[in-house]
């Protein structure tokens, strides 16, 4: 008897106002989830018009179970003004979500059993409960209560750094505020993304609430590295700004390079510290071992993958990290930090985590790692064999729906 035939049916509003098929991330996981959740339920997702074309083409050419879409955004001066960057995200997205309960007033939202929003996944701005529905509330994975360790803060320009200093501030006043604690109080469960998250919202809080990572990956779409190479390709993926901790991995990479000339470092991404980034390495003399790939589709990330020898994930702060996962898939041995996101997925099997508790002892636990995995050909094989194991029986798309329909049975 198959895990679908089992369930009792159960309809479900999906709030998802990132959701796009062909993305990673916030947008990835809305897609993913949607889709996955629907083979088992009758799932309705509340997303934004802007993804409606994309949207509407994947779900003509796929087969199976699908989604029921509700687009909506706001009108085209709120679109305008946040396209130019005049509107922030984060209050346009305030104002959908005040935008999309007056929509929902008009549907028949008693009918539905499960209301869950899963993106955003910041705890910080609450999508509130349609007026009239009388079901099971669920928010999350949540993320955002991560802060960026105040020991690496040491990385960044003074700017940035009291930007961090800023967030971190307003990050625990949030958690704080009497209307965060009624939103959630009034959830019947609560998943967060990340340890850091968890325990920062737990105060006062007696509703359930359970770990679960934000992002998830389809391993089929990645093949597996040949560990047989020299081990020498080093490779990161990120946004080039402060809190991803390009700079923080390219100082810990010149140490290592001292030790080991033949290494290569190859960047993906672009951003606003990019141009910065490739002064530093052509002012240092690395220009001969560090490249800069430019940012990737998919399939090109997959694989620069599927080429390399080790992935290092050095962000700062992050709620998870999408291509960790996908990393992961393609059997490469992670170092990263130990803490948030990073720590959730990589298990001391699959990788090396480096303690961010001094600036100098982080750089040098990332060089040292780079170091002994370029060496090592068979801790990379054992550990990168490990690492798609463990994406494979815990961080699929699959999995994950599966995991969160057996909360779903649980709330009704």
Not at 222 to 228: E, K, L, Q, T, Y
Not at 254 to 265: G, K, M, V
Not at 369 to 382: G, M
């Amino acid at each position: 008897m198959t895990e679908t035939s089992t369930l009792r049916r159960l309809r479900v509003l999906l709030s998802a106002y990132a959701c796009e098929p062909g993305k990673g991330s916030e947008p990835g996981t809305g897609w993913h989830m949607a889709m996955e959740l629907a083979k088992r339920y009758d799932v309705t997702v509340l997303t934004r018009a802007n993804d409606r074309g994309p949207i509407e083409k994947e779900l003509a050419e796929s087969t199976g179970p699908r989604p029921t879409f509700l687009y909506h955004d706001l009108s085209g001066l709120y679109r305008f003004l946040k396209k130019r960057r005049i509107l922030p995200t984060q209050l346009y997205y305030a104002m959908w979500q005040r935008d999309t309960r007056r929509m929902l007033e008009t549907k028949s939202v008693s009918d539905f059993d499960i209301f869950h929003h899963i993106t955003f996944n910041s705890f910080e701005i609450s999508p509130g409960v349609p007026a009239g529905f009388r079901g099971a509330l669920v928010r999350g994975p949540l993320g955002g209560g991560q802060t960026a360790p105040p020991a690496l803060l040491e990385s960044l320009g003074w700017l940035d750094k009291l930007k961090e200093q800023a967030r971190s501030a307003r990050v625990r006043k949030s958690a704080a505020s009497s209307r965060l604690q009624r939103d959630l109080a009034a959830c019947d469960l609560i998943l967060h993304a990340n340890h850091e998250t968890g325990d920062l919202l737990k105060q006062g809080q007696e509703n359930r609430r359970d770990p679960m990572i934000d992002v998830g990956v389809d391993p089929s779409k990645f093949s597996p590295a040949d560990h047989a190479k020299d081990g020498t390709r080093i490779l990161s993926a990120s946004n080039f700004e402060p809190r991803k901790g390009t700079r923080l991995l390219l100082l810990a990479f010149q140490r290592a390079h001292q030790d080991n000339p033949s290494l290569r470092l190859l960047l993906a991404g672009s951003g606003k510290l990019l141009a910065q980034d490739m002064a530093w390495v052509e002012a240092n003399r690395l220009s001969n071992s560090v490249s800069f790939l430019g940012k990737l589709d998919h399939q090109k990330m997959a694989d620069e993958l599927s080429a390399a020898d080790v992935f290092v994930f050095p962000s700062l702060r992050d709620t998870s990290g999408a291509i960790v996962l996908e990393a992961m898939a393609c059997g490469l041995p992670i170092v990263c930090l130990d803490h948030q996101g990073a720590k959730v997925m990589v298990g001391d099997c699959c990788g090396m985590r480096i303690s961010p508790e001094s600036l100098e002892g982080t750089l040098d636990g990332i060089a040292r790692a780079i170091l002994k995995l370029a060496s090592n050909v068979s801790l990379r094989e054992s550990m990168g064999h490990r690492a798609r194991e463990r994406v494979l029986a815990e961080f699929s798309w699959e999995k994950k729906a599966s995991r969160l329909s057996e909360e779903y049975q649980r709330l009704v």
